[in-house]
């Protein structure tokens, strides 16, 4: 058996309903097929771009599960044909992928934490790296070098 992730749209009305009678029929539908599913996570309920079959709205939901590679197809198929799933991507899993769905709690970017290193840190980063840049010796001019050394005079009283 192999992992996989889908990334399910589903139909508002479908999606609204309480969220463990929606994880029960999605994971019904992969044991159908003989998988076995490790999570499911509802991650919005979101206004789409377009229109998809006269929706507006959908929820989206990542499941991630193991399944035999040949009964993947059938599993699309089968997802295509249930009128309350919008759209479907399955996708081999990507250990990656999940180190980065443990880094954002928001899969949509709104209150999610910064992936790369905050503005305080980066601003400080940036400053002590422009002043590294900047700072040389001492320079010495010209007329400075020409000029023999001159000694302080010894105060004498």
Same mark, same amino acid.
Not at 9 to 18: P, R, S, T
Not at 34 to 45: F, H
Not at 85 to 94: E, K, Q, S, Y
């Given at each position: ?10 139909? /508002?009305?479908?999606? @609204? ?21 490790? #999570?499911? =996570?509802?991650? &919005? ?23 035999? !590679? ?21 996708? &081999?899993? /990507? !250990? ?15 209150? #999610? ?12 980063? #940036?400053?002590?790296?422009?002043? &590294?840049? =900047?700072?040389? !010796?001492?320079?010495?001019? !010209?007329?400075?070098?020409? &000029? ?5 005079? @010894?105060?004498?009283?």
């Amino acid at each position: 058996m192999k992992k996989y992730e889908a990334m399910l749209v589903l139909e /508002n009305a479908f999606g @609204a309903k309480a969220w463990e009678d929606v994880e029960a029929e999605l994971r019904k539908l992969i044991e159908r097929f003989d998988g076995q599913v490790e #999570s499911a =996570t509802k991650w &919005a309920d979101r206004r789409l771009a377009y229109e998809i079959n006269k929706q507006k709205r959908a929820v989206y939901v990542l499941i991630l599960f193991e399944m035999d !590679p040949e009964k993947i197809r059938e599993l699309r198929e089968q997802c295509v044909l249930d009128e309350r799933i919008l759209r479907v991507l399955v996708l &081999a899993f /990507n !250990p990656r992928s999940q180190k980065h769905l443990e880094a954002e709690p928001h899969p949509f970017g709104r209150g #999610s934490k910064p992936v790369s290193k905050p503005k305080a840190e980066k601003a400080a980063t #940036s400053e002590e790296a422009a002043s &590294a840049e =900047t700072a040389t !010796p001492e320079a010495v001019t !010209p007329k400075e070098a020409e &000029a023999p050394a001159q000694e302080p005079a @010894a105060d004498q009283a």
